[in-house]
T-cell receptor, first 112, second 113 residues
Framework: DGGITQSPKYLFRKEGQNVTLSCEQNLNHDAMYWYRQDPGQGLRLIYYSQIVNDFQKGDIAEGYSVSREKKESFPLTVTSAQKNPTAFYLC???????????FGPGTRLTVL | KNQVEQSPQSLIILEGKNCTLQCNYTVSPFSNLRWYKQDTGRGPVSLTIMTFSENTKSNGRYTATLDADTKQSSLHITASQLSDSASYICVVSEAGGGNKLTFGTGTQLKVEL
């Protein structure tokens, strides 16, 4: 899991509630990413940020929002607009060497 | 559309045996190919990374091969151990800005006694 932490490990949410997933890294990486993993599917990119105060939508950004106010932190908010939010969420960061992405331990979100 | 396909979807082998996992991709332009190991409920961990000019890369009992002409890669695991039980994910990076990755769905490997 390197120097990337995600919290909480498990999260339960009622329908209609927004929740925020935390991602912190101490690797001094400029770029950070959020992915969603569902059974039988490859990881899908939600949002990414290549530098502080800047971020771009990935392939499945609808119903999600992010911020990048600090280099170390890239929180993801799952809003009530996300129709099927139950999934395993992975945060990653990358530096300049091969652009290799290092992943956090993940947060499993369950909507009740 | 960029795609990465892996086979088999799942595999069960006895401890000590070898196995080979396959990955075919259509990502273009190609930058590099990585194999990740993901334990259940954890984040993926990188095993190998290969660029266009590399056709083999080893990491302990893991050996990856790449044929950029046929757009195929394999991951060979030698003398399997119980701790090798995990999902193995092939990931291809597209050349150019943004570090865009295309993920395979993974091969679920189970090593039994």
């Amino acid at each position: 899991d390197g120097g990337i932490t995600q919290s909480p490990k498990y999260l339960f949410r009622k329908e209609g509630q927004n929740v925020t997933l935390s991602c912190e890294q101490n690797l001094n990486h400029d770029a950070m990413y959020w992915y969603r993993q569902d059974p039988g599917q490859g990881l899908r990119l939600i949002y990414y940020s290549q530098i502080v105060n800047d971020f771009q939508k990935g392939d499945i950004a609808e119903g999600y929002s992010v911020s990048r106010e600090k280099k170390e932190s890239f929180p993801l908010t799952v809003t009530s607009a996300q129709k099927n939010p139950t999934a395993f969420y992975l945060c990653a960061s990358s530096g300049q060497v091969n652009n290799e992405q290092f992943f956090g331990p993940g947060t499993r979100l369950t909507v009740l | 559309k960029n795609q990465v396909e892996q086979s088999p979807q799942s595999l069960i082998i006895l401890e000590g045996k070898n196995c080979t996992l396959q990955c075919n991709y259509t990502v273009s332009p190609f930058s590099n190919l990585r194999w990740y190991k993901q334990d259940t409920g954890r984040g993926p961990v990188s095993l190998t990374i290969m660029t266009f000019s590399e056709n083999t890369k080893s990491n302990g009992r893991y050996t990856a091969t790449l044929d950029a002409d046929t757009k195929q890669s394999s991951l060979h695991i030698t003398a399997s151990q119980l701790s090798d039980s995990a999902s193995y994910i092939c990931v291809v990076s597209e050349a150019g800005g943004g570090n865009k990755l295309t993920f395979g769905t993974g091969t679920q490997l189970k090593v039994e006694l």
